[in-house]
């Protein structure tokens, strides 16, 4: 039994020959480039369409010393958060006829390094990179002194220079913790991701300075920095409900830790026992009951800003570097109302 037949596609030779004119003449027609007469065009746009042919952007691409491709490297795409800023990221590509290459370094320096190199190998023009916890910054420094543009997102790497676009983190979180205090809470659990990555530290300062504010003292024993995606996190989330005197109210600190203790309280019987606010929407949390109030980013605007500035630096723009800090909003759903015994 034979396998498959491969087509093998056709070119601009074979068009010349189908139209019978010349191959400087096809060129011209593709590449709207020269004169050529209506009678003749007609006849090579009628060979194009009816032989298949399309034009290697690629080989032109390289003619002209650039691949038109930009990466985007972030945690996971599987986050809803990172998923939006991919697609924002994707649309601005697209309408600038650039192609976008997407890959996760699910927190791992040397995954993310191993990606950035393969990029750049492949003559990327320049990546959108939220750096992985551990990242190297001789290495970036050393890919951005070859010519790669790098533009971070939602995170920085410190001590390099670059574009920045990047939440409020510490802003945000203070918002969120306030509005907690201010419906009579005054133990509020934190929940963050590991210290070591940049926003988690953002988040933790702005849960602290909403304390501070309100004159409450800072307890480490109802904090717990973790990766939400650890398969041990029960007993030390246990361990913390169950204090002698518990948390009457919670503050998450990203959305996979949201999604985590939901169904953590769930299982204990205690869904809507306590205050909850979380850092980043996601998916169903209006439809929960009550409505998980959140403390809500915008991962698109992230995502278009920063190909846009991305696609500034490859379009040879020499301005100082610009750190962009948006500010999150907060979204009353239920959750975060629920009364404290200070109400």
């Avoid at 027609?29 to 050529?36: C, K, L, S, T």
Wanted: hydrophobic letters at 45%.
């Amino acid at each position: 039994m034979s396998g498959p037949t491969t087509r093998t596609r056709a070119t601009m030779s074979d068009v010349a020959a189908a139209a019978g004119v010349s191959l400087k003449t096809v060129s011209r027609v593709v590449n709207q480039d020269g004169y050529v007469s209506a009678e003749t065009l007609a006849t090579v746009q009628e060979a194009i369409q009816r032989l298949g042919f399309r034009r290697n952007e690629f080989a032109r691409q390289l003619r002209q010393g650039t691949t038109a491709t930009i990466g985007l490297i972030m945690e996971d795409v599987a986050d809803p958060f990172y998923s939006v800023l991919t697609r924002a990221v994707e649309d601005v590509a697209l309408a600038h006829n650039y192609l976008l290459l997407s890959a996760s370094s699910n927190e791992d320096a040397s995954r993310s390094r191993q990606i950035v190199e393969s990029f750049s190998s492949r003559g990327a023009d320049g990546i959108i990179l939220a750096p992985a916890q551990g990242t190297d910054p001789a290495f970036l420094a050393a890919e951005i002194a070859a010519g790669c543009s790098i533009v971070f997102v939602d995170r920085i790497v410190p001590g390099i220079e670059a574009d920045t676009v990047l939440a409020d983190n510490a802003g945000g979180s203070c918002e969120g913790v306030t509005h907690l205090i201010a419906h009579g809470h005054r133990r509020i659990a934190f929940f963050g991701d590991d210290a070591s990555v940049f926003t988690a530290g953002e988040r933790l300062s702005g849960y602290r300075l909403a304390l501070a504010d309100a004159g409450i003292a800072f307890d480490d024993d109802l904090v717990m920095l973790a990766a939400p995606t650890r398969d041990d996190l029960e007993g030390g989330i246990d361990r913390i409900l169950d204090l002698e005197d518990p948390p009457t109210a919670i503050f998450a600190g990203n959305n996979r830790w949201s999604v985590r203790l939901l169904r953590h309280l769930k299982s204990r019987g205690e869904i809507a026992t306590r205050g909850f606010v979380g850092f980043d929407d996601f998916e169903l949390s209006d439809v929960l009951e009550p409505g998980v109030t959140v403390i809500a980013q915008d991962p698109a605007t992230m995502g278009q800003l920063s190909a846009d500035l991305l696609l500034r630096r490859v379009g040879g723009d020499r301005r100082a570097f610009e750190q962009v800090r948006l500010s999150p909003r907060l979204v009353v759903r239920g959750s975060g109302e629920l009364p404290g015994p200070h109400a």
